[in-house]
């Protein structure tokens, strides 16, 4: 009897049948990826200053349900909602019991987040304040500090993808 004529299993049958997106790799990494990736700048707290984000209950749901169709690349940002977006998905990924090594994360790091949620890095004069120093930016000990803090948002060991929110003219390329 051939491969081809073997039932599958119930579990991959079912895994299939959910499956509705499509896979592909990252450039060179090996790393593959759903195709969409699913964004997850719009989480956060709705009664801050940005009104439109989808607060935790929301954010939670629709991570479980991406997840459950086979989207299971989610990118966010340790900027996005001043950490929040972060703090959804780590909390998505424990509540739901999902496999860490089944989904796929990409997070950002340049700007600093804020202590509280009204410190917004992206509109306010961090760089100048004693709090904040080596928490923003792309030196050495602002990107090991971004990592950090992310991990801890995120609940887990390690970051799939880590990307440069934008370019930092103070920190040569090398």
């Not at 004529?5 to 790393?31: F, N, V, W």
């Amino acid at each position: 009897m051939s491969t081809s004529q073997r039932p599958l299993p119930i579990s991959l049958a079912s895994s299939l049948d959910s499956t509705k997106c499509e896979y592909r790799q990252l450039g060179k990494s090996g790393l593959r990826v759903s195709v969409p990736i699913f964004g997850c700048a719009g989480f956060g707290d709705p009664t801050g200053i940005r009104p439109w984000v989808l607060g935790e209950e929301e954010a939670i749901s629709l991570l479980k349900a991406a997840y459950d169709r086979g989207i299971n690349t989610w990118d966010t940002a340790n900027i996005y909602s001043n950490g929040l977006s972060e703090t959804f998905i780590g909390k998505a990924i424990k509540k739901h019991a999902i496999p860490r090594e089944k989904v796929v994360l990409l997070t950002k790091c340049f700007w600093a987040v804020g202590e509280d949620q009204s410190v917004q890095h992206a509109m306010m004069p961090v760089e100048k304040s004693k709090d904040y120093q080596n928490m923003f930016g792309l030196s050495r000990a602002a990107i090991f500090n971004a990592v950090d803090a992310s991990l801890r948002r995120l609940d887990t060991t390690y970051i799939d993808v880590l990307q440069v929110h934008r370019f930092d003219p103070g920190v040569p390329i090398e």
